[in-house]
């Protein structure tokens, strides 16, 4: 689960819920508790939603925001311990050797890599077919952003339509002194929920889509390149050298230190 945003969000909740608490107490809380104001929003946002994008798109939409909240990237500093593990047994015993160790490979792009290079198909074809995998992949990432990012958009306009529907209620029965109040929470209420949920939920969440696809093409890159240089027929020195290259200083340390300490197991 990515803590971070769920941490935002409840930190938020909670800074809200302490200044309320501070400047009226617990009747503070009545002008929020406003449903027809939430659904106005809400629903709006939801309908535009659906006017703007088919609904094949936003029904797929749940699978990728799952997939980037509750789905833990893959390590690095694995993927690249992996390939140079490959490329020492594919330098004793030859590619298909390789084939024992498919069954072993969780990250299931990939086992494809290296399952192409086991049967022997060439650098072109490897590389046409794993990056026309990775521009799908980079496709659909971008239809779940723009998504979130339409819905941050739609969340405050749809407030403010909320804040004019509610000030014409008001006007039109300012006779009724008593039904004043009511409109008026109606119409800041919606101007909160539309402004809340768009700029600490929709935009956001669009904002962490992008930069988790940013990370998971990044994972993908490397592993294309290491089947590329699996391929190659490259030695596990090499094979190593470029894919540290993808990797952050603190990761590359961490690779020599697990070196060194299977080094003496190894003796």
């Known amino acids: 689960m990515d803590i971070a945003t769920i941490m935002g969000i409840l930190v938020f909740i909670g800074l809200a819920v302490a200044a309320i608490l501070q400047a009226e107490g ?13 659904l106005l929003v809400m629903g709006g946002t939801f309908c535009a939603t659906l006017v703007n994008y088919p609904l094949k798109q936003i029904v797929g939409l749940g699978k990728i925001l799952r997939k ?4 833990s ?5 694995y993927i690249v311990g992996t390939f140079v593990g490959l490329a020492q047994k594919a330098k004793r015993e030859g590619f298909l050797a390789l084939q024992a160790d498919l069954a072993t490979i969780e990250n299931d792009f990939l086992k494809r890599g290296v399952q192409m290079v086991v049967d022997g198909a060439d650098q072109e074809f490897i590389r046409n077919m794993l990056e026309t995998e990775i521009g799908f992949i980079r496709e659909r990432h971008k239809i779940g952003q723009e998504i979130f990012n339409a819905m941050g958009t739609y969340a405050p306009a749809f407030g403010i339509i909320g804040t004019v529907m ?11 002194v008593k039904a004043v109040p009511r409109r008026m929470a109606l119409a800041l209420a919606a101007a909160f929920y539309g402004l809340a949920s768009g ?5 956001p969440m669009g904002g962490k889509l992008r930069r988790r696809s940013e990370e998971e093409l990044l994972v993908k890159e ?5 089947v590329l240089l699996l391929q190659s027929g490259a030695a596990p020195s ?15 340390i961490l690779i020599r230190s697990q070196e ?3 080094k003496p197991a190894a003796k």
């Open 68 to 71: 980037v909240m509750f789905q």
């Open 238 to 252: 090499v094979v190593e050298a470029n894919l540290k290259a993808y990797l952050e200083p603190a990761q590359r």
């Open 222 to 226: 490397i592993v294309v390149r290491g």
């Open 199 to 203: 700029y600490l939920l929709f935009l």
């Open 166 to 176: 509610g000030m014409v209620l008001m006007l039109n029965s300012i006779e009724d």
């Open 26 to 38: 617990v009747k503070g809380f009545i002008p929020f508790a406003n449903m027809e104001a939430l």
């Open 260 to 262: 060194e300490e299977e």
């Open 73 to 77: 990237l893959e390590d690095t500093t």
